[in-house]
DNA sequence: GAGTGGTCTAGACCACTGG
DNA sequence: CAGTGGTCTAGACCACTCT
C-alpha cells in the first residue's frame, strides 16, 4: 500500500517552524523571554498542548531555556550555564578554575580549498584567522587557529577580541549576532610541532590531541572551522555516552 | 518562603519507577515489547498520557524504542542501529565495512586499586581482563584491555567470545543479563608502546588516543572498565555536541 | 495575587503495522 | 480490520516566581 501521506509533518512541527524564524530573524534574541505559552497559543491559532510540544523539542535542542514560574527564554552563550557545553577538556584534580582565552593573533586571509569546503564559502572569498591560546590556572593546555568566513564576521580585531571577558561564543552572538547551535568534532593523536611545543610548554614531539571542529548556526550553517591542539598532561577530553 | 513540598515528584516519573523497576527484574527484557500504553495506563491506574511521558523521557534515555504501529520495545545492544552507539571511531574515507572485533586473551585476576575503585568493588575481588583487537577491514585500529567485575562475569571465556557473532555488548545482554545504558569516556594522548605499536601496525612512539571508558548499567552501577588505543592516521574520533 | 510553566485527565481522531 | 503509537484539544489544578 502507498503511504497515505509521506510528508505528513504534524501542527507542533509547523508551529516550531514558526518559530524558528522567530529566533533566526532576531525577534526573539538571545537572553531575552518569548512570548508566553498561552499568547504563543493564540498568534498561531492552535492549542496550548500544540506551541508545549514545539517547545520541548527545542528545549531539548537547547535552543530555549525554560524557566518555570517564569518564562521560556532564547538560549544564550553568555549564559554561564552554557560555558562548558563546547568545551570538553577537563583539569585531572580538583582545579574549578575557569578557563582562560588568551587571543594572539587575528589577520585577513582569502579561503583556500579545504576551508571554503568545510566553510561552504566560495575558494578566495575572505576568512579571518585567529590563533589564541587557553589557559587553565595561568597554564596554557590549548592552542587554537580559528578560521572564521570574513563576510559574517566583518570588523573582527584582535583588539575586540582581548578586550572581550567571556566565552568567544559569547563575543560571536552579541557583537555579530550569530548563536552557535551545535558542532561537530574529530579527533585525533599527533605530535607537537616545535612551535606549538612552546607555546604549551611541551616537549616537541610530545602526544597531542587534534581537535577539529566544524559550528553550525541556525539552518546547520556551518560558520566556524577551528583546530585544537591540547595538551593532556594534566587535563582530558571527557565526552559522555548516552 | 519555605517550599510546600521540598521533594515534590510528578505521578509520570513515579510511573517511570515502577517501569524502571520491571526492566531492571528482568520482567521485560531486551528486544521485547513491553505492555501498551492502554494496558500500562489500566495497571498503574493512570491516564494514558501519564504513561506516555514516562515512556518518552525512557525513550529520550535510549531505554526504549517507540514504533508506531507496532508497540515500544526494550532497546537492545542485539539491534544494528545501536552499534555506533558508543562506538565513535569513523574511517577518513568511504569507507562503510563494519568493525571486527578480534579477542586475543581472557584470564582472571584480582582487582587493584584503582580497577576496584572505578568498579566499586572490593580491592582484591576477582577480576575478568580481556584484551581484543579492533580492526576495520582487516586492518588492526584499536588495542582494547577490559576489565570486568568476577562476580557478574562468571564463565566468561575466550572461547565465547571468539564464537560470538556481534559487538561486546550484545554478548554482555545475551549471555550475562546486563544490559550496559551509559558511559563516560577520558580522552588522552599517547605514544605508542613497543608492543602496542606492533600490533596496531605503527612505529614505536606514534601518538594515539588513549580511550579510557566507564560503563553503566541499570541504577549506574559501573560493571566495565577499559583502556583502548587508537590509531589515527586513517580513522578519527567523531564527536556531535549539541 | 497574578502570571508563568508543569502536570494530569478524558476523549477524539490520525498514521502506521500486521493479519 | 483491529491494535498500536502519535497528535490535538480543552479544561482543571499544581508549583514556582515576582510584586
Known amino acids: 500500500m502507498a503511504q497515505t501521506s509521506p510528508t505528513f509533518s504534524p501542527l507542533y ?50 535552543l530555549l531555556v525554560r524557566k518555570q514560574g517564569k518564562g521560556t527564554y532564547v538560549a544564550s552563550h553568555n549564559d554561564p550555564r552554557s560555558l562548558f557545553r563546547f568545551l570538553r577538556l577537563v583539569p585531572e584534580g580538583e582545579d574549578l578554575s575557569h578557563p582562560v582565552s588568551v587571543p594572539l593573533e587575528c589577520w585577513r586571509a582569502k579561503a583556500g580549498q579545504e576551508a571554503a569546503r568545510v566553510l561552504a564559502i566560495e575558494p578566495g572569498s575572505p576568512i579571518i584567522i585567529v590563533r589564541r591560546l587557553l589557559e587553565f590556572s595561568a597554564k596554557p593546555v590549548v592552542v587554537d587557529e580559528i578560521y572564521l568566513p570574513g563576510e559574517v564576521f566583518q570588523g573582527l580585531t584582535l583588539e575586540m577580541l582581548q578586550g572581550w571577558k567571556g566565552s568567544l561564543y559569547s563575543l560571536f552572538e552579541t557583537r ?20 606549538t611545543a612552546e607555546m604549551l610548554r611541551v616537549k616537541e614531539g610530545v602526544p597531542l590531541l587534534s581537535v577539529e571542529r566544524v559550528t553550525f548556526t541556525y539552518g546547520d550553517r556551518p560558520v566556524e572551522w577551528r583546530r585544537g591542539l591540547y595538551s593532556t598532561d594534566e587535563h582530558f577530553y571527557l565526552n559522555e555516552l548516552n
Open 176 to 195: 555579530f549576532g550569530l548563536r552557535m547551535i551545535r558542532a561537530e568534532e574529530r579527533i585525533r593523536a599527533v605530535a607537537a610541532d616545535r612551535r
Open 13 to 62: 512541527r509547523q508551529i516550531k517552524s514558526l518559530m524558528l524564524v522567530a529566533l533566526e530573524s532576531g525577534e526573539w534574541s538571545p537572553g531575552q523571554a518569548i512570548p508566553s505559552e498561552q499568547e504563543l497559543a493564540a498568534r498561531f491559532g492552535v492549542s496550548q498542548g500544540t506551541v508545549r510540544k514545539a517547545i520541548d523539542e527545542m528545549a531539548a535542542e537547547n
